[in-house]
């Protein structure tokens, strides 16, 4: 009788401390409470509510408030509500580009993301943590990227005896343009993006170039600075491109097979695998064309990434929330096969679904592809001023090839120009 007595106990006991593990760990999770409040772009809306919805489930206490705006707005609401001090988000979404733009005008406002626990930058892209780290701080988190890819219709370039594998760099591309391309009535390039200076931004990521030498002076007139310039100028005065119009019109132009090729990102691609059906098999992805033979293909057109305000230091869900966006390997398969988005967290490519085949797009393997893009990127970081010089060098290529100007002595001109003002300082 005894010995059942302290085998019931024992039992007793057991059960006991199972409970209370139970409870511990339940309370662990829902100790995680509260509001959490972040600014986004309209293009991120859908995948930050996907999100909210898996970490609710892990979360159910916490409540997530989605405010979407302009990507140009971004700094001037920012400027506001820190000034009053009201309707402060604790999450922004930054893009690459405009990091240092925030950190430089905002630096005293952000947080250093080692506030977030277990926060590793190892995991996450290496171009992006060097763009978002001041002062050996890292003020953004690195949330996604989009690669670029040059799509092509394969049947139509088959027809005129070209296949899209065999164009490696861009003076093949645009020569493949002029002819037999236009010489047969159609155009070489189309851009999903908003105008064709576009193909400018790539050029400038793919040779890793800044505007700046290295005693930190302007120099618009590097070779690799050049370079960048005079491939869109080419591609303007070769005249194998659509005129800047709204990307609408030039994805319906390659539907239509009015073009040949299209610069776009996973998610474009997804969208036309969607809604032209019949395009199946008739389609080919390649990475962009080098500048020279065997040279640098690899591309993004942007990244996005998180950065969190002071005023959240003490708001766990936010912190938690920006840790799941960043990190949680589920939701980063999960935005590649929904959005074409790839994550930053270079730690989630050993999931299955980045490595099937596409049976759209000839059985390639599109993943496979996108990782080695990323892999391969150039490291480029943008400074603050960064858009003010890229915005005037590209109106002066346009204006250069629309006037039949030499490059370098206009370029020459605008390096001139802003060594004499302040505007970049």
């Known amino acids: 009788m005894k010995k059942i007595i302290i085998i019931l106990v024992v039992v007793f006991m057991s059960m006991s401390l199972v409970s209370c593990d139970t409870k511990s760990k339940n309370s662990s999770v829902e100790e995680i409470k509260g509001k959490v409040n972040i600014w986004t772009t309209d293009a991120n809306e859908a995948l930050i509510n996907d999100a909210m919805v898996l970490f609710k489930k892990k979360y159910p206490h916490v409540y997530v408030n989605i405010s979407t705006l302009a990507e140009d707005k971004l700094e001037d609401n920012l400027s506001n509500s820190l000034k009053e001090k009201v309707n402060l988000p604790d999450i922004v979404v930054v893009r690459d580009k405009n990091v240092p733009v925030i950190i430089n005008k905002f630096e005293g406002s952000f947080l250093d993301a ?4 277990q926060f590793n930058k190892d995991i996450f892209i290496k171009n992006q943590i060097n763009n978002n780290t001041y002062k050996n701080k890292v003020y953004a988190v690195p949330l996604y990227v989009e690669p670029t890819f040059m799509l092509y219709r394969e049947d139509i370039l088959g027809g005129l005896n070209i296949k899209s594998e065999d164009i490696k760099t861009w003076q093949q591309y645009i020569d493949i343009g002029v002819n037999p391309v236009k010489s047969n009535g159609k155009l070489m390039l189309s851009s999903d993006y908003f105008n064709n200076g576009a193909i400018y931004d790539l050029a400038l990521r793919q040779l890793g170039v800044s505007y ?47 073009t040949v090729s299209l610069l776009c990102n996973l998610s474009t691609m997804y969208n036309i695998q969607n809604k032209y059906p019949d395009l199946s098999g ?37 912190l938690e929330f920006t840790k799941f966006l960043s990190s949680n390997e589920e939701l980063s398969a999960y935005e590649y096969t929904r959005y074409g988005f790839m994550s930053s967290n270079i730690n989630s490519y050993s999931d299955d679904s980045f490595y099937k085949k596409n049976i759209f797009y000839n059985n390639e393997n599109i993943g496979r592809m996108a990782i080695d893009e990323i892999l391969g990127l150039r490291n480029m970081q943008y400074s603050y001023n960064f858009n003010i010089i890229r915005n005037k060098v590209l109106q002066t290529i346009i204006d250069t090839s629309i006037n039949g100007k030499p490059l370098n002595d206009s370029l020459y001109n605008l390096q001139t120009s802003l060594e004499q003002t302040d505007e970049l300082k």
């Open 114 to 117: 080692s506030s977030i626990s």
């Open 282 to 318: 008739k389609l080919k992805a390649q990475k962009i064309p080098a500048f020279e033979q065997g040279g640098n293909r690899d591309n993004i057109n942007f990244g996005d990434n998180l950065m969190l305000l002071k005023t959240s230091e003490n708001n766990s869900a936010a």
């Open 212 to 258: 700046f030498n290295k005693d930190k002076k302007i120099d618009l007139l590097n070779e690799k600075a050049v370079k960048a310039a005079d491939l869109l100028n080419n591609i303007y005065n070769s005249k194998i491109s659509q005129d800047d119009k709204e990307s609408t019109d030039k994805i319906q132009s390659f539907v239509r097979g009015d």
